[in-house]
């Protein structure tokens, strides 16, 4: 095995002209390194050279490292004016410690207003695991500017109690309440003839049933196992994505689970979330391994989906009919398919943070999935959703020709004989 090639030699801070993009890289980790060291006066001049290169993130570093120099030689002035330029640049990975040091300056210069603006800005921006730290942090200056109320929602967020109702919990609520309601209502039969996946009403135009079915289970092992598998699943996928896109992908998947199922599963009613959940699996599993997501959080749960989606598969065409697998395979594609397109945007991924993108503007540490990529995503669902009813609705309309035939030949045999 090869040993590692040595690392690039900075060049010289006090040289004029155009540095190349691995030079300025090695300048600003030259620049880390003395100020880890305490040589806050050379450290500046790495960061100086570098400020200007024509990638904003390499830019916002050395800013940032500049700031932080310049502060240590109690020059904060200088060091406020260098992170205030971090924050006219776009978003990069420099943003959000630039924004929690301006806010620091703010509270030092007793500016608590503009503290609280500056925390905010930070607080968007910020890792899960700053968050509470934050969050005290706006607690305080709440107090000290007299807005009790806030200060108490702040500490309640930083220690961890503060109610946060994602898109998630609102659709396991509302499902385990329909469910519920179904399971133990006197006018059972009539909620189930309304929602679920009534496959001949769908051949006739009721195409409402591909979603409400998602609202219905048929008892309530089966309606834990997929609101728990939801709450697993779904939170993550909604943390990666963001909320609107969430939704939109559970909408997705669930109206392509129902319609593998209309095709292949039969005439057999079917009651459950179970296809959408599976295509929570599905993004999880390409995005996951495709655009690799920095989420400490979720890599534990993301690892083990391979295994829990195998067993489910695997029990499914074991049970005898009992489950439909149809609606799980059809869920889990569309989802496979979402993930592999479409690159978390709420959380950074290994390839935002250290690729440059072609235009050379840089997200946040996100990576970025333009409107046509996710239209384009959910389309080719769409369109297999379409052309799936229409091909389950055309075998139903011909099988229900020939019983039609097959019946008018028994009774003109039957009427004849008795003739």
């Given at each position: 095995m090869d040993d590692p090639p040595p690392p690039l030699e900075a060049p010289d801070p006090r040289a004029s002209g155009r540095i190349t993009r691995d030079e300025a890289l090695a300048l600003v980790l030259?620049?880390?390194?003395?100020?880890?060291?305490?040589?806050?006066?050379?450290?500046?001049?790495?960061?100086?050279?570098v400020v200007g290169?024509?990638?904003?993130?390499?830019?916002?570093?050395?800013?940032?490292?500049?700031?932080?120099?310049?502060?240590?030689?109690?020059?904060?002035?200088?060091?406020?004016?260098?992170?205030?330029?971090?924050?006219?640049?776009?978003?990069?990975?420099?943003?959000?410690?630039?924004?929690?040091?301006?806010?620091?300056?703010?509270v030092r210069d007793r500016d608590l207003s503009g503290a609280m603006d500056a925390y905010?800005?930070?607080?968007?921006?910020?890792?899960?695991?700053?968050?509470?730290?934050?969050?005290?942090?706006?607690?305080?200056?709440a107090k000290e500017t007299g807005d009790t109320r806030s200060s108490?929602?702040?500490?309640?967020?930083?220690r961890g109690d503060a109610p946060r109702v994602t898109l998630t919990l609102v659709i396991i609520a509302v499902t385990s309440i329909v469910s519920l309601t179904a399971l133990f209502?006197?006018?059972?039969?009539?909620?189930?003839?309304?929602?679920?996946?009534?496959?001949?009403g769908v051949a006739v135009g009721e195409y409402w049933r591909l979603w409400s079915v998602t609202l219905l289970h048929g008892d309530l092992i089966h309606l834990a196992f997929n609101m728990y598998a939801l709450f697993l699943a779904g939170s993550i996928v909604e943390r990666w994505y963001g909320s609107?896109?969430?939704?939109?992908?559970?909408?997705?998947c669930a109206a392509a689970g129902s319609t593998a199922s209309f095709v292949f599963g039969g005439d057999v009613p079917s009651v459950g979330a179970s296809g959408a959940v599976f295509g929570m699996f599905g993004i999880l599993l390409t995005a996951g391994r495709l655009h690799h997501p920095v989420d400490r959080q979720a890599r534990g749960i993301v690892n083990q989906l391979v295994?829990?989606?195998?067993?489910?598969?695997?029990?499914?065409?074991?049970?005898?009919?009992?489950?439909?697998?149809?609606?799980h395979l059809g869920g889990l594609a569309a989802g496979l398919w979402l993930g592999a397109l479409i690159p978390p945007t709420k959380v950074p991924t290994l390839s935002s943070l250290w690729n440059r993108p072609s235009d050379g503007r840089t997200g946040a540490g996100?990576?970025?999935?333009?409107?046509?990529?996710?239209?384009?995503?959910?389309?080719?669902?769409?369109v297999a959703v379409v052309a799936g009813i229409a091909v389950g609705t055309n075998d139903r309309q011909g099988s229900s020709v020939d019983r039609r035939v097959a019946e008018s030949a028994v009774y003109g045999s039957a009427s004849a004989d008795g003739g």
């Open positions: 030259r620049g880390d390194a003395l100020l880890e060291s305490g040589d806050y006066a050379e450290a500046g001049q790495r960061f100086s050279r290169f024509d990638d904003p993130a390499i830019t916002a570093a050395a800013l940032l490292g500049l700031g932080e120099a310049r502060y240590r030689l109690d020059d904060e002035v200088g060091a406020v004016q260098a992170w205030m330029a971090v924050l006219e640049l776009p978003e990069t990975p420099s943003t959000y410690p630039a924004w929690r040091n301006v806010a620091a300056a703010r905010r800005e930070a607080d968007r921006r910020a890792p899960e695991d700053d968050k509470a730290e934050i969050a005290n942090r706006l607690g305080w200056l108490q929602r702040y500490f309640a967020k930083g209502s006197t006018e059972r039969d009539a909620i189930y003839g309304l929602l679920q996946l009534d496959k001949p609107i896109r969430f939704l939109a992908f559970y909408l997705a295994f829990l989606v195998i067993i489910n598969l695997v029990f499914g065409f074991t049970s005898g009919g009992s489950i439909d697998n149809a609606a996100r990576a970025t999935a333009p409107g046509y990529v996710v239209f384009l995503g959910l389309a080719v669902v769409g």
